[in-house]
């Protein structure tokens, strides 16, 4: 499966565990924001690992 594809899947996914979770919109806003954080975080946390590994390599 191309990355396009497996994008497209992965939404549509989230869309429907959304529609079938019942969440108010507010509630699931807030959740989709928190993982926005979270993703984030790894995301400088992984830059930050792969500078000291480039700076102890």
């Not at 191309?2 to 959304?18: M, N, Y």
């Not at 509630?27 to 993982?35: C, S």
Request: aromatic content about 2%; overall charge negative; proline content about 2%.
């Amino acid at each position: 499966m191309d990355a396009g594809r497996a994008v497209e899947t992965f939404e549509q996914q989230v869309v429907d565990a959304i529609n079938k979770s019942g969440l108010h919109p507010v509630v699931v806003r807030l959740v989709l924001l928190n993982l926005v954080h979270v993703v984030e975080d790894k995301e400088r946390q992984l830059a930050r690992e792969s500078e000291q590994e480039g700076k102890n390599g």
